[in-house]
């Protein structure tokens, strides 16, 4: 049984997904306040966190900030507004999707379902570029031993690139790999996330040039991999 933390200022929004999560045979936490939600996951464990972006107090952008310090769980921003600004923000804070209200329960579990089933996946054995490791048990990647607490996102198309038998890898290849379907603008979602994996490879010269930009298409892996596989 998967547990779902909520978090909305709104009481009727809260209630009616609760219900509809719990009906489905999730376990809910929901928390109308930013603060008691980061104060529960400090101690407690999550298999994705629902997040309102406009709340007083602490918002959720700023829940998200102080979340990804520590943790890798996958959190899907809930907005009244859609907008490219608010979109990238969200990315690069460490969002794994975005979705706006008002929504269908039915995309919202499917969203929560996708992101869940990859985070959890753990078929054995480390990938070895080095210095790059990407640990397929662990869920993790490791440059010169470091882990570079990539996101679920962030993970979903590293290991993606770095395993696809194709050439180049296009925009609209990833989406359809982590969101399930491609929409035109899910290529600046992409954009925004490889940008913020980048930043995190740039720990060593090597794995800096690991991904390589195709202009106006996708992008190319470059590492290369190692004779032997644990």
């Excluded at 490791?133 to 990647?141: F, N, P, Q, S, T």
């Amino acid at each position: 049984m998967h547990n779902i933390v909520l978090v909305d200022d709104d009481q009727e929004i809260l209630d009616i997904a609760a219900s509809s999560f719990q009906a489905k045979g999730y376990r809910v936490q929901s928390f109308k306040q930013g603060e008691h939600a980061v104060a529960y996951l400090r101690d407690n464990h999550a298999d994705c966190v629902i997040l309102d972006v406009m709340m007083p107090g602490l918002t959720g952008f700023e829940v998200c900030e102080i979340l990804r310090r520590t943790s890798s769980v996958p959190i899907i921003f809930l907005t009244g507004r859609i907008s490219e600004e608010d979109t990238v923000k969200g990315l690069q804070l460490g969002a794994d999707d975005y979705l706006e209200k008002p929504y269908r329960f039915r995309e919202l579990e499917a969203r929560v379902q996708a992101v869940i089933r990859r985070t959890q996946k753990a078929p054995p054995g480390i990938l070895s570029f080095p210095p790059l490791e990407i640990d397929i048990v662990g869920h993790r990647a490791l440059c010169d031993g470091e882990d570079l607490m990539l996101t679920p996102r962030e993970y979903d198309i590293l290991i993606y690139l770095a395993t696809s038998d194709k050439d180049i890898t296009t925009y609209e290849d990833i989406g359809k790999q982590i969101w399930g379907v491609y929409r035109e603008q899910d290529r600046r979602s992409v954009m925004v996330i490889v940008s913020r994996l980048r930043k995190k490879m740039e720990i060593n010269p090597i794995t800096k040039r690991m991904i390589l930009t195709v202009w106006s298409t996708g992008y190319r892996f470059a590492g290369k991999r190692a004779d032997q596989s644990i």
